[in-house]
């Protein structure tokens, strides 16, 4: 026994100084555990809003698309003509001949362009801008009003470069400073070049940028003798390492080298400071290269682009128009435009933009919503691609999971709750259950591959012979194959869900069943089940929104292929949306880049869908016993 | 919903044929039964014989063993996987624990009332229909709807309920729930019924309308009742056996026992001295 203890003595410690410091302690606790919740619920909150914010910030670049208004004249060959009647949708027609024609009358014929203007003005449309008209007028015909040899105003689908840029996304040409009166004269005998004189106030913002533009490259030039620099003096110090033993040979080539760094510092650094010299002084004339941003000036009708800058003189080639070049265009009557992003960077060139500007100018640029993405299939050009293929390849997909997960997990999970005998096998299924659960996702693609696609053989036959075979002749996967793993790597969670609901079931329900003289299987099915169905459902939307998301095992399967047209069969090749999401991030194209936050958008409606879904029947169908 | 314009008459079972024979039969004789759960012996040899159209109360301090031993007449305890039963039961002679008994179909004559009441979520109609309806007891919608109509009188609930039929059971009182088991377990025209505590979860007023019902029963079946309550069994059984650490110390006329027990543990306990 210890010692007995006086009990009131101790009650007195309630009251003490000591007692109160823990109260004050307890209290600064909570606090302090209260602001750490709020402080991560913030922090969630926060990476939240960021992750659906860059998302829907750059689905907003690809909701409208931009059209180009052309007025055509429908002259189409025997041959097209004969396809054109043909009702067979599937014969098509590409009136690319017709398109370029009218492309060719917007500019006022472009007789004087060469190949590689003709080409850039051909690549203002998209690649498909004549099958589309050809799909047109396939129509007119067999609806019995054919358009051909009419004029018809085609709203013909521009370049996805040429939709980037008239969003925006790659710069757009500013003022270059347009108040002097300006005036226009033939340069020498050459019709294609003009010399133009202002006075102050023309030009300001563009010699502004050019002086900015030199003074960074003198810079880069500084920076470069530097380098050399640096090589030289390491090449001295390695020579005067070097011992009296050493062969000539050695001492000759690094000597010579020592010649090379020198002549390239000299070469930077008077470089550098001429560039300088053009960068500080105001009344030099720059010469502008294709690697110098563009200045751009719309006078009297026409473009011109220069490639010399002075204080009151300019010198550059007619783009577009014919500018009337022996008048004095007063203030306010032209505008020069300063394009920072030098030619050479970017995919849309001058006259491009010169087109373009014309365009918007006379209001033959219209934007119209984007269902283009929403109903079209993949496509390697990026104006064209959409997630329809991929949407109904994900519907086929969960089809086929749904339909193999969901009954063989139903019945799995009411086996093993009302009917298994509790024995160390019984255990030993329940644990390995719920390890599969927790297996990456990528493991089942590789069981999909090894056990469904290579077969498995036992006893010299092929046991999958033939269900999925067809995918090593031929790599793309199909729904079937995709739904077959994802049910695979569904099974566990609705399996875990459905016997959590089932034990959710009042043992009570049981008793009353089995005591009106139900057998164990009428119990399960007329009252268990229902009553379990809910919570079973509720886990069966979760793991169906989860395998929706699912890329990884599709992956290795073969569903990321390129494939342009929806499946109408869970047996097409297909693909899916996540799998389109991965292999529209990886390409080049950046108009894809909206496109993928586009598609992200789709699949984040239909797995909040699905969850909402999942919510409102556990909501819907709550019992309290 | 039951057609009730002109509802066939059922009769369950004929009500007392032998009017005026004060002998009621035996219904079940249980010879030295003894239950284990896995090594715990639970039941020590009780030999009991229940009579029909009799209420006999069980009753005893907790954990002795009154409610296995209940739930072994209708076979309830096959249900827990280490549960093992040994001795004899026989119900009108024959042995319920043979192979050549199904105890699905035995449940069916041995009804079961429980200690909370727990009506399926489903309909009144559907509760009470669905012995009858498994059990293909009705041989038409007409004959269900006046089994239906009957078990829910004889369960004293008809009045209550008979403009809502297709309201769910979960929805009523207390009481209420445990009449509508009641009708539900009468439904499946059982020639037993027993009630595990039937009366533990209800307030007064409905513990006495299910204690009335209780005695109304007796008429045309041999109810079993396990309670805790001395009065609840003084007031509707002719027989009470005493259970004691899993043996019947005493069974005998209700009266003799709440008066004049032979076994002295059963003085204290009907007194409250202990238990």
Redesign the interface.
Known sequence: MTATIDMTAISARHTSAASGARTRQRYWAQIRLQAYGILALTLAAAALVILLWTVVAKTATVLFEDYLVLDVQIDVSNRDLTALNDPDPRINVALNGVVRDGLRAEIGGGDGLGRREVRQLFNLVSTDAGLELGAIVKRSVQEGAPLIGARYRYEALLDDQVQMYLGGLYGRPVDAGSDSALSVTRDGEDTSRAVLSFEGGAFEAAREALRTRRAEQAARAEAEAARQQAAVEATEARIAALGADTDTETVERLRAGLDVYARAREKALENARALMAQASDRTTVHSLSESDPSVLVRVQGGWIKLDALGPDLARGTILAGEPDVVATAPASSWQGWLYETPETNRNISDRQVVWLAEFEREGKIVTKPNWRLLESSDSSNAELAGIWGALVGSFWTMVVTFLLAFPIGVMASIYLEEFAPKNAFTDFIEININNLAAVPSIVFGLLGITVLISGVSLFGVDLFDGLLKAIIEDPRSTPVAGGVVLALMSLPTIIIAGRASIKAVPPSIRDAALGLGASRLQTATHHVLPLAMPGMMTGSIIAMAQALGETAPLIIIGMNSFIQEAPSAPGDKANVLPSLIYIWKNNSERLFDGKTAAAICVLLVFLIAMNALAVLLRKRFERRW | MPDSLTPPQVTARPVADMAGSNSPEIKIATRDVHVFYGETEAIKGVSLEIQDRTVTAFIGPSGCGKSTFLRCI?R?ND?I?ICRVTGTIEMDGRDIYTRDIDP??????V????Q?P????KSIYDNVS??PK??GLAANRRELDAIVEQSLRRAALWEEVKDRLDQPG?GLSGGQQQRL?IA??VA?APEVLLMDEPCSALDPIATAQVEELIYELRENYAVVIVTHSMQQAARVSQKTAYFHLGEVLEYDDTPKIFTNPEHEKTQQYVTGRFG
């Open positions: 209708n309830m249900t996987d699905v179909q035995l449940r069916a004559r009804g079961m009332v429980f909370k727990n009506p399926f979520p669905y012995g498994i059990h979960t088991c539900r377990a499946t």
